[in-house]
């Protein structure tokens, strides 16, 4: 028996299954807000029916019984059975919710439904008015020892790609076939020359003689409904026998229909247990713009083969101009390799419509939400985790940020409060905005709850932007009492971590009365950064060039001991923290006196260290390796990569480093 | 064997439908809805054309009527894929010239079956 494996096809069905709910909340969402637009009616139903579809083909029997009935309410909307009203819309969203709870524990291989599911079942079938039970499958009649059947075909039957021989081979499977009578039907042209072959003039009077239910006689003709004349009646007993008309054998004049198939080697290896590595949608585009750099590449490489194999110092010039297109070439194919992994922030800001519609409804707040800069791209990697903490964000906002309708309306502001969400390119950084127009942070209450949890002294002078820095230590809210959408503890600081983890940083403005701006900066990609390459010993590190402030000369003097042992220098109108990459790191034969080495000034999450090293080397893009992969991890280095003459160079993580000279102070 | 266009904006079950073919030696096409179903069609000549019904940017039915309105296409069997819950859907194909159809959910054998049922 020929076997195809389908859980082959199972991630596909969930990703796309995700993306359906994710263009039907989509709709919806356009729907609630007034849009009479049908075709937004078209994409709900055919995500509904796609996904019914899809789970029923691969087995998911809760699912597809689920989505059978939110289609069946779909159908009657389509078809202006129904009306849309916002309590439809809500139960479509909240069938939708329930949906992409089952897809994710069938992904897990879970059993899809659970109460909430059977519940929502229930109440969408009750909706359902007078809908039709499934057909049930008809209870075959009692067999007739035979049937007779008139066939006609009409005119334009081939044209519909059916074939009267189908229908004989077909009979002929169910019982023996008998052909009294072959006819040209009326409709055939009188004069031969005008006969189309592409028209078919036929018509047969048949028997079908055994026991054959009329069901499976019906099944051979479905096809041909409206492509011909058929009449069928059962064979009486004494018929039957009676027939004495010389049968016409078929049989000859068409293959044996009966062979069996031949055994299929469909069969795949079973996919149970087989991690899924995920997968990535490209578009035609960046795949052809990877094929031409690639084109280029070759032709480059056979100059310069070409160069290389009759080389003499005439060519000297040749040989740069070669060197050159092959630079060019390496930077365009990395780049459009990297765009490779590179999807539009579109995808994360899809999620917020639905976030701030619920938010509204449950805070009493209006909101608009702005969405711009939706098709900046990023890396797939960085894409997936973002959303997490820009949903954190976009709940404080309006949680904490937005005021009450009536307390705007005091304020002299318009009822509806606006939050932003902004995604644009700054170098080799994305930068996401996420701007409320609401009170702004308080920084009363900031530094009160601050002192309250010993984060600073009640006497400490503070800026405003430290002020607002305090909002990002672990263990801080604000809120005046806990709601279930934020404060919980799993604050800002929670936020700052998973964008620092993504090698991105965070931070805030505020203006009193006017709102709060949050930017998070993110790296294009997670694979390359540009690095200061710095010798320390016969060691190379690289320091990243994010994080780096300048790079100086200090004399001897301008470095003081502290208390602790440590040793700070002045830098614009604070005092650093110097650390020595040859203590942090244990490397022998550096450069150990300050004058002779030198600093290079970065800075982490706010913090800023100067770290001495021996000698800067310049300027390069490193393709990080992970360490941890390759070896262990290793407190602060981040991953290694290969620099331009072959050796290998750690790259610092200049936040560990930074925690590492803390803690070095404080031994 | 025989060479087949697979159209269905449903990856999944596209992809499903051209790997259960391929396996039996066919050589498949794939297509994302009745659209690219056309241009593909217009490349090439298909043997048989298996199609979703309800696809964005170009339903089955449409495809169907103008898959049927070209000369080359007068004769080829074209199936739709069709739920058993929409009846009317297969009466709306047949009524464009489709040539029949296999209802969803299909496993591999029966999508085997109905082929060889079309191709002989």
Known sequence: MATVDLSQFHQTFFEESHEGLDAMEAALLALDSGSTDHELVHTIFRAAHSIKGGAATFGFADMAAFT????????????????????????????????????????????????GSEALRAELAQLVAGAPAPAAVQASAAPATGWAIRFVALPHLLQTGNDPLRVFNELQTLGRLEVLRAFVTESAPADFAALDPGQCHLGWELRLHGAVARADLDAVFDWLDGDCELAIAPLAAAATEAVVATPVPVAAATPAAETPAPAREATVASGAGHTDGGSIRVGIDKVDALIDMMGELVITQSMLSDIGEHFDLSQLERLREGLAQLERNTRELQDSVMRIRMLPIGSVFNRFPRLVRDLERKLGKQVRLELHGEHTELDKTVLEKIGDPMVHLVRNAIDHGLEMPEQRRAAGKSETGTLTLDAHHEGSNIIVRISDDGAGLSHERIRAKAVERGLVSATQPLSDDEVAELIFQPGFSTAAQATDLSGRGVGMDVVRRNVRDLGGSVGVKSVAGQGSVFTIALPLTLAIIDGLVTTVGAERYIVPLISIVESLRLPADAVRRTAGGGEVFRFRDEYLPVIRLHHAFGCADAVTAIERGIVVVVEDGGQRVGLLVDELVGQQQAVIKSLEKHYQQVQGVSGATIVSDGSVALIVDVGGVVRLGRRGKAA | MAKILAVDDSASMRGMVAFTLRGAGHEVTEAENGQLALDAAGGSAFDLVLADVNMPVM???SMVRALRAKPEYKGVPILMLTTESHTEKK???????????????????????????VLG
């Open chain 1, 68 to 115: 059978h009935v939110a289609e069946s309410l779909l159908e009657e909307v389509r078809s202006e059975r129904r009306a849309v009203d916002a309590g439809l819309i809500d139960l479509l969203l909240r069938s939708l919710d329930c949906l992409r709870g089952m897809l994710d524990r069938t992904s897990r291989g879970q059993p899809a439904a659970d109460a």
């Open chain 2, 59 to 61: 339903d089955g039915i």
């Open chain 2, 91 to 117: 009466m709306e194909g047949k009524a464009a010239g489709a040539t029949g159809w296999l209802v969803k959910p299909f496993d591999p054998e029966q999508l085997l079956a109905t082929v060889k049922r």
